[in-house]
C-alpha cells in the first residue's frame, strides 16, 4: 500500500492510500480519484516528505527533560467533523445498498449487460469490476457507479 498526499484544482489537500502507484495512475486517468471536499477530478500528487524505516529499533530514547511552563496543545483528531460525517454518510450509503441491492460478485459486468438487454429483470445489483469493465459498461451506455469502500474495511 501506499499513501499519497494529492491536491485538487481547488487546492484542496487530502491524502489517499492506494495499492500501488500503477492502480494510483489506472484510477486517476478513469477519472476515479475526486476531492472528498468539493468532487474535482483534477487531482494531482502534493509535495510530500518521504517516510524513512527506522534503523534503531530496540533501543531506547532518552527521556525528555520535564518541560516548564503550561503543558502543550491537546492531541487533534485526526479527522475533522466534515470529514466525520462524509464518512458516516459514506457507511450509510453503502449500508443501503448491501441491505437492498443483490451481491453478485464477479459477475457484475456480465449481469449489468443482461439486465440493460432486458435479458433478465431490472433490479439493483452490486458486484466486482475491474477499471477496464466499468470504463466498458459506461462506452455501452450502461449507468454504473462506484460502491466506495472505507478505510476500516481494509484493516
Keep these: 500500500m501506499i499513501r499519497y498526499d494529492l491536491v485538487c484544482d481547488k487546492d484542496h489537500a487530502f491524502d489517499s492510500w492506494f495499492p500501488d502507484s500503477a492502480a494510483y495512475e489506472k484510477l486517476l486517468a478513469g477519472g476515479f480519484v475526486a476531492c472528498p471536499h468539493c468532487g474535482s477530478t483534477k487531482v494531482a500528487k502534493a509535495i510530500m516528505a518521504p517516510a524513512v524505516k527506522r534503523t534503531d529499533k530496540g533501543r ?9 511552563g503550561p503543558p502543550g496543545p491537546a492531541p487533534v483528531a485526526l479527522l475533522s467533523e466534515k470529514e466525520q460525517q462524509m464518512r458516516a454518510f459514506l457507511r450509510a ?15 457484475f459486468p456480465d449481469e449489468a449487460r443482461r ?37 476500516e474495511e481494509g484493516n
Excluded at 60 to 68: G, I, K, L
Excluded at 117 to 140: F, P, Q, W
Design 115 to 151: 439486465i440493460h438487454a432486458g435479458e433478465t429483470e431490472e433490479r439493483a445489483i452490486y458486484g466486482d469490476a475491474s477499471l477496464e469493465e466499468v470504463r466498458s459498461l459506461h462506452e455501452e451506455g450502461i449507468e454504473v457507479l462506484p460502491l466506495p469502500r472505507l478505510p
Design 60 to 68: 531506547t530514547a532518552p527521556s525528555p527533560a520535564p518541560a516548564a
Design 93 to 107: 450509503v453503502r449500508r443501503h445498498v448491501v441491505e437492498n441491492a443483490e451481491n453478485v460478485g464477479e459477475r
